[in-house]
């Protein structure tokens, strides 16, 4: 674990563990192995403190705009590690999920689409796209989902019994500017900030799509942001049913309001996909996992966004990088922390004009 992070209830940070060398490693292997055995851990480690985080987008008066991140114990983040660590070994999971695989990021998946994009225009052919946005997919996992899909992947049945424990009678508290609520039961979901969440919800969504998803890249998943492609509009949007419906008998919901359909090289009166009746959100232009894809196949909007992000990034640290106090080296580490990332992020995946390189 990295440190510097906030702590959780107990205020132990993880510094307290890097510091005590070997002793901690004999202390904590001890303490792990007898939880494994036990299949319970600590009262103490059920307790979290919930954060609310602004999304920078929206009414700041609005709770839906906020996303909730729980402070947990920095210790059970490390027993989480070796559960994580040991789930991995005998969990496989489909080559369409991007999202917390090794060897997989957000250009691989970003990649994968504007190749498919790019050879569709090339070919004077429609590609129909639809961007599904899942409401509170984390808050949303039913308990009992979790266990029936880790039994289903092959977990064995201790590991399933020591994750279930982890999730029982789990409490916490909102803190936010004014104060803190009294503390409260969480009885559905995972935590956001776990270091075991991302790779479990993974799984969730492995099983959840197995009977619905198509190979890469027509179906891809980077945790719950999932694109479906077809050749034909009606194909889409039967797809788009049978993605609502597996999630729905699964206890999750599509958001209907943030889900939006695309159209490449389309021809007149291509039409609209419609979900239950109603229409989907129709765009020429759609921010997926932070990088803009347009319907005619360009990248021109997204280089712009570059430029000026790298632009609105110089200008947030400008006091820092012209200040002649400050060290060369203190400044490169800047620069390459805070305006290089958003300059360059997922250009790699770009084809530029020749009037784009200069």
């Known amino acids: 674990m990295k440190s510097g992070k906030a702590v959780g209830p107990d205020d132990i940070p993880v510094e307290v563990w890097k510091c005590l060398g070997e002793a901690a490693v004999e202390f904590l292997t001890s303490l792990f192995n007898s939880i494994l055995e036990s299949e319970r851990m600590s009262e103490e480690w059920r307790r979290s403190v919930l954060v609310p ?36 070994k005998v969990v496989e999971i489909c080559e369409q999920q991007y999202g917390f695989m090794p060897r997989k990021s957000t250009t691989d998946a970003i990649f994968a689409l504007r190749i498919l994009m790019e050879k569709y225009r090339d070919g004077q052919r429609e590609l129909h796209c639809v961007f599904v946005d899942l409401e509170k997919a984390y808050d949303r ?45 969480v009885e559905v979901g995972l935590h956001q900030g776990s270091a075991l969440s991302p790779f479990v919800f993974a799984m969730v969504m492995d099983q959840l799509s197995e009977e619905v998803r198509q190979e890469s890249p027509w179906t891809m998943m980077f945790a719950d942001d999932i694109v ?41 009166g291509s039409g609209t996909v419609r979900l239950q009746g109603e229409e989907v959100k129709k765009v020429q232009e759609f921010k997926y996992l932070g990088s803009t894809v347009q319907s005619n196949g360009e990248c021109g909007k997204e280089v712009k966004k570059r430029v000026q992000g790298g632009w609105n990034g110089w200008r947030k640290v400008s006091g820092v990088l012209c200040d002649r106090k400050i060290s060369a080296r203190i400044k490169g580490k800047v620069y390459r922390t805070v305006v290089r990332p958003a300059m360059l992020y997922g250009l790699e995946t770009v084809s530029l004009r020749k009037r784009q390189e200069s």
Request: glycine share 4%; with cysteine; charged share 35%.
């Open 53 to 88: 985080i602004f999304k920078n987008k929206g009414d700041v008066q609005s709770c839906s705009k906020y996303r909730g991140i729980k402070l947990m114990s920095h210790t059970i983040k490390l027993w989480e590690r070796v559960v994580e660590a040991r789930l991995r």
């Open 228 to 268: 479906i492609c077809s050749e034909s509009r009606e194909q889409v949007e039967e797809n788009l049913e049978r993605w609502r419906f597996a999630l729905k008998r699964r206890g999750m919901k599509v958001s209907r309001s943030k889900t939006e359909y695309m159209c490449v090289n389309e021809r007149e």
């Open 141 to 185: 996992v039913p308990r009992e989902e979790l266990c029936y899909c880790m039994r289903k992947s092959g977990v064995p049945e201790k590991h399933v019994r020591v994750v279930q424990d982890m999730y029982e009678r789990s409490r916490t508290v909102v803190r936010c500017a004014v104060g803190q609520t009294e503390e409260f039961n």
